[in-house]
C-alpha cells in the first residue's frame, strides 16, 4: 500500500487549507486511517483519525478547528483545516492505521508528505 498526500502550501494565519491523501489499497480495511503532523525539529504526532466505522479522533490542538474526512469510494482521506496558526506548520503525513489496545498504530512506510507553513 502507498499513500501520497498532497494539498498543503503556504497560507497566512486564520487562512485554510485542505489536504488529500489517496491510498493505493482499499482502506476500508484498515481499522482506521490518520493524518500525522511532524514540526521542525519535533517528532511526529497524530492530529485527527477516523476508524472505518466514522468515529473520530483529534489532537487537542486542533479540536473544533481540524475535520478529517474519507471517501471509502476513492480510498482517500481528506483534513480541511481552518482557523490555520503558525504553529500548525510542519509536514503532513496520512497512514492507515491498526488500533491495538487503544493505540493507533500507523502500518505503512511514510511518504513524503505535504509542507503547510502558517505564517503570522
Known amino acids: 500500500v502507498q499513500l501520497q498526500a498532497f494539498g498543503g502550501g503556504l497560507v497566512q494565519s486564520g487562512g485554510s487549507l485542505r489536504l488529500s491523501c489517496e491510498v493505493s489499497g482499499v482502506i476500508s480495511t484498515f481499522d482506521a486511517v490518520a493524518w500525522y503532523r511532524q514540526a521542525p525539529g519535533q517528532e511526529r504526532e497524530l492530529v485527527a483519525g477516523i476508524t472505518k466505522d466514522g468515529d473520530t479522533k483529534y489532537d487537542d490542538s486542533v479540536k473544533g478547528r481540524f475535520t478529517i474526512s474519507r471517501d471509502n469510494a476513492k480510498n482517500t482521506m481528506y483534513l480541511q483545516m481552518n482557523t490555520l496558526k503558525p504553529e500548525d506548520t510542519g509536514v503532513y503525513y496520512c497512514?492507515?492505521?491498526?488500533?491495538?489496545?487503544?493505540?493507533?498504530?500507523?502500518?505503512?512506510?511514510w511518504g513524503q508528505g505535504t509542507q503547510v507553513t502558517v505564517s503570522s
Open positions: 497512514n492507515v492505521n491498526l488500533i491495538q489496545w487503544a493505540t493507533w498504530v500507523p502500518l505503512m512506510s
